[in-house]
C-alpha cells in the first residue's frame, strides 16, 4: 500500500521557551504562522501544532511524523509524550502512538543555535508530513 501523507503547514504555535506547557489555539493566536518558519537565533524556540484524528483513518493504522528542519530539533512530543526520533534520508521520523483519537498537539522544540566557527544561522521548521502507512505494519 502506498503512504499516504497530509502536510501539517500550519497553523504553528510559537513560543520562544521550551519549557512552556501547550498552549490552545484561543490563547496564542497572536503566535500563528505557517511553514517554512525561520527560527531565532539566539533563543529557544517552541512550535506547536494541533491537529484532529483524521476521519478515515482505520484505528490500526500505522501512522508517523516526518519533520524536515535546518536546526536539529531538541525534543518532539505528541500529547506531552516524548517521540522517538530517528534520522533518515527525508528527515526525522518518528512513529506515533496507536490510535490517534480526537485532537493532538504535536510540540518541538530547538535550542539555540550554535554559534560554532562563523556567525550563527536561524535555521528553518521547513516542513512537516504526517505519513499513514497502513494496516500491513500495524498487524505485525
Not at 512513529?95 to 528553518?124: I, K, W
Request: proline residues 14%; charged residues 25%; aromatic residues 6%.
Amino acid at each position: 500500500m502506498p503512504i499516504h501523507s497530509i502536510r501539517l503547514a500550519g497553523p504553528w504555535y510559537f513560543s520562544q521557551s521550551a519549557e512552556c506547557p501547550p498552549r490552545p489555539p484561543d490563547v496564542a493566536r497572536h503566535d500563528r504562522h505557517e511553514l517554512p518558519f525561520s527560527l531565532p537565533v539566539e533563543k529557544s524556540a517552541r512550535l506547536q501544532r494541533f491537529f484532529q484524528r483524521p476521519i478515515r483513518l482505520d484505528p490500526r493504522e500505522a501512522v508517523r511524523v516526518r519533520i524536515v528542519a535546518t536546526r536539529p530539533v531538541l525534543r518532539a512530543s505528541l500529547d506531552e509524550h516524548p517521540l522517538n526520533l530517528t534520522r533518515q534520508p527525508d528527515g526525522l521520523l518518528a512513529p506515533l502512538p496507536l490510535p490517534l483519537t480526537g485532537r493532538h498537539c504535536l510540540t518541538l522544540d530547538f535550542a539555540p543555535a550554535d554559534a560554532g566557527t562563523g556567525p550563527p544561522s536561524s535555521g528553518e521548521l521547513q516542513e512537516v508530513w504526517l505519513d499513514f502507512l497502513g494496516t500491513d505494519l500495524a498487524d505485525s
